[in-house]
């Protein structure tokens, strides 16, 4: 038997090994193994085992790595799909779908040292007074970790050690599992009563997942299975038909994964599936992974997952790489959103790729949102889809009133030091919510004090020296910052410029760090928090923030768009939306569409318990067509307006998008590389109907991270065909070892 091996150094091809006798009962399909590669040993994965091969005098394996089957055949699969659709190198995909935490060879379980109480057997030995103490808190614990032993007895290793030496205890080496949510007092809930809407979803779902299987003409056949669109207004109970969903899958004996966008969501869902399933005849261990664990916890948490002792996974975009087995569903929450999306190699879209696993492990696949993204909408509408609707929320509560505050009139009226931050009518409404002892959620999605620094005399804005863009002025650090390449500078106290050096230099713009600042001076005896990314520095901020604002804590919480979707806070009234322009005035056919679903989401996080919410929206252009649809909560009606634009100009979903970037420190050389390129690829897709490409063209951030960036944009309806195209066209086309070409298949951003 030969093992066919795809390297984890990039190399784009697989190689042939032998198998040596000691190791053929470790080595399968999936198993990571050390092998010979020119003079020195790397790591690889057996992704084939093959009778012959074509090449003589093969290398043998040099060992297995880790246990056995780390990478099931089908994740295995979906990865050799990833790369050749997203048009990158199999290895690269295969780094996505096994995290680092547990591809290391040097990845373990912790094991620490336990002391366990023994039956006394026959007389007790004569003990010194130090000793009973110690032996009396062994017998209450009956076994406790060594070294909270030593803690709580305020003793040595080497008394307890006397204790074992005279029978007594036990002391032994035992696995330590690192569990992010142990400290967390989880009290079980039972599954709730749906209403007519819900139940419709439930009997959609349910029906779904039981037509695995279908008999006709004596034979058995697999049944076509339908991703299903579950379209909800916020506050319809989209959770608990999941939760419900799960426990279908569980009493079938499958698993499930559950996505969420972002990692602030997490531990408000963990709390809900871990009360929902941790008793019961479904009951089963609930595994989290996401970028904000550490690495022992993302290695248990994995082989909890790989070793079946937990059934339901959730997390971030990789979880959908979760080496769950008998997958039955995998749910993908706020589908809409642009985070699902990954920003290197492999650029795969978590959404896109659920769909495509849940199809080849015949698992259902429900996408759940309030503002589903035009491309699913239109899925569902065409048929590809099933649509499920529920339009109410599920205990009846009104939707939140919204209020349109035109800041253009505002800023005429407005107190001195306030202008652009708070109306009067918000002002009024946040003061009449804090009288009442109900809370306030403030939504602006740009972190920092000011967005630029400017001098009005000679006109000088404070820009980064690696970027196209200005700096943001921190004003709690007193710095001037770069949100795209980090870049940081002691803000000045005048004008820059030698031939200027004025003193009247200002602050232009608003973030969250002033916003906080404004509220202080407005409110004095109001609690408030700031949530960004800031503010967010230790792993447990996320948490701790939001607890404290769940149970009251806080009156007043401001934030980015991390607090503007998903969270259930029945105690908030009043929502405030900042500044409602910044996601309509980008370069993206997307702008109208992503201003429509934050403001519908950030929306909805008003008024979800027994009293109405209210929500102000104040915008310099009150009149846009996507802060008009959110304002009447109309998300056909925005549909209808945006699908009829997209197709006049063939954008998804009536075509996908490659979008070809060149980067490089020469702007003449990127530019012309770009032209080069453009020619090839014209002789490569020459008279294929419908394609559309655009450029050579400098990006709408022409220089990022001190790269100068080009780029071509295609549009056409086989993407896969064009994958192909383009991973041919990449490997044929020389550029200059200074210029690189990065390849986007379905981008999420085009700046």
Request: with cysteine; charged share 25%.
């Amino acid at each position: 038997m030969i093992a066919r091996v795809t390297l984890e150094i990039a190399v784009r091809k697989e190689f042939d090994y032998s198998i040596p006798p000691e190791l053929k009962e470790r080595i399968e399909v999936g198993t990571r193994v050390k092998v010979p590669f020119g003079p020195r040993l790397v790591i690889g994965v057996v992704t084939a085992l093959v009778d012959s091969s074509p090449h003589t005098n093969l290398r043998a394996i040099s060992s297995a790595v880790g246990v056995s089957g780390m990478l099931t055949p089908r994740v295995l699969d979906l990865a050799r799909w990833m790369a050749e659709y997203y048009c990158c190198a199999v290895e690269v995909a295969l780094k996505s779908v096994l995290p680092d935490s547990v591809r290391k060879e040097d990845a373990k379980w912790r094991e620490r040292l336990y002391v366990q109480a023994l039956p006394v057997v026959g007389e007790m030995p004569k003990l010194t007074g130090r000793q009973k103490e110690i032996w009396n808190v062994i017998e209450e614990w009956r076994e406790l970790p060594l070294q909270e032993l030593l803690k709580l007895a305020e003793t040595t290793d080497e008394t307890v050690r006397r204790l074992e030496d005279k029978g007594l205890v036990r002391i032994a080496p035992r696995v330590d599992e690192r569990d992010p949510y142990a400290k967390e007092q989880i009290l079980p809930t039972e599954a709730m009563k749906l209403n007519p809407e819900q139940e419709r979803a439930m009997t959609a779902i349910r029906l779904a997942m039981e037509q695995a299987v279908i008999v006709g003409d004596g034979k058995t056949e697999l049944a076509p299975i339908a991703p299903l669109l579950l379209h909800g207004v916020t506050g319809s109970g989209k959770t608990e038909v999941y939760l419900q969903a799960i426990g279908i899958a569980l009493a079938r004996g499958q698993g499930a994964i559950v996505l969420v966008p972002e990692i602030s969501l997490t531990p408000q869902t963990v709390e809900r599936f871990k009360a929902r399933f941790s008793t019961g005849p479904n009951a089963t261990m609930v595994a989290v992974l996401h970028s904000h664990l550490s690495a022992g916890e993302k290695h248990d948490e994995w082989h909890k997952i790989r070793q079946g002792r937990a059934r339901i996974v959730i997390g971030a975009r990789s979880a959908v790489f979760a080496p769950v087995d008998q997958l039955g569903l995998i749910v993908v929450d706020e589908e809409h959103e642009h985070s699902y999306k990954q920003e290197e190699a492999p650029r795969y879209h978590a959404r896109d790729v659920a769909v495509v696993r849940g199809a080849r492990e015949r698992a259902v696949v429900l996408l759940g949102s309030a503002t589903p993204s035009v491309e699913s909408y239109y899925n569902a509408r065409k048929g590809k889809y099933s649509l499920l609707e529920m339009h109410s929320r599920a205990t009846e509560q009104k939707l939140p009133v919204v209020r349109v505050v035109d800041l253009r009139l505002e800023s005429r009226k407005g107190e001195k030091g306030t202008p652009g931050v708070f109306s009067e009518p918000l002002k009024e409404g946040i003061r009449q919510r804090i009288e009442k002892g109900e809370q306030t959620i403030l939504f602006l999605n740009r972190r920092g004090y000011s967005s630029s620094l400017q001098c009005p005399k000679c006109g000088y804005v404070a820009g980064c020296p690696n970027c196209s863009v200005s700096l943001t002025f921190h004003r709690a650090k007193h710095l001037l910052m770069c949100h795209i390449c980090g870049h940081s500078e002691a803000a000045p106290v005048r004008c820059p410029k030698p031939e200027c050096g004025d003193g009247a230099i200002r602050y232009a713009g608003l973030g969250t760090e002033r916003v906080e600042e404004t509220l202080v001076r407005l409110f004095p005896k109001a609690r408030i928090a700031r949530m960004d990314r800031d503010t967010l520095q230790k792993k447990d901020d996320y948490r701790r923030i939001l607890t404290e604002f769940r149970t009251g804590r806080i009156d007043i919480l401001v934030g980015t768009q991390m607090i503007a979707k998903g969270l259930h806070f029945p105690n908030v009234t009043l929502v405030g939306v900042l500044y409602a322009d910044l996601s309509l005035h980008v370069p993206d056919f997307r702008a109208g569409e992503r201003t429509f679903q934050l403001l519908t989401q950030v929306s909805g996080r008003a008024g979800r318990g027994d009293v109405e919410g209210e929500v102000f929206v104040q915008s310099f252009t009150p009149f846009h067509p996507a802060i008009q649809f959110a304002r009447r909560h109309d998300y056909l009606g925005f549909y209808e307006a945006e699908v009829e634009f997209r197709e006049q100009l063939k954008y998804p979903p009536f075509a996908r998008i490659a979008l070809l970037t060149l980067k490089g420190r020469n702007e003449d050389k990127v530019r012309m590389s770009a032209e080069h390129l453009r020619k090839e690829l014209d002789v490569a897709v020459g008279g294929w109907p419908g394609l559309v490409i655009a450029g050579p063209a400098p990006a709408p951030l022409v220089k990022a991270e001190s790269l100068y960036r080009y780029q071509i944009m295609i549009r056409c309806r086989a993407m896969l065909r064009m994958s192909g195209v383009l991973a041919r066209l990449e490997a044929s086309t020389s550029l200059p070892d200074d210029v690189h070409l990065v390849i986007d298949v379905d981008p999420v951003n085009l700046v």
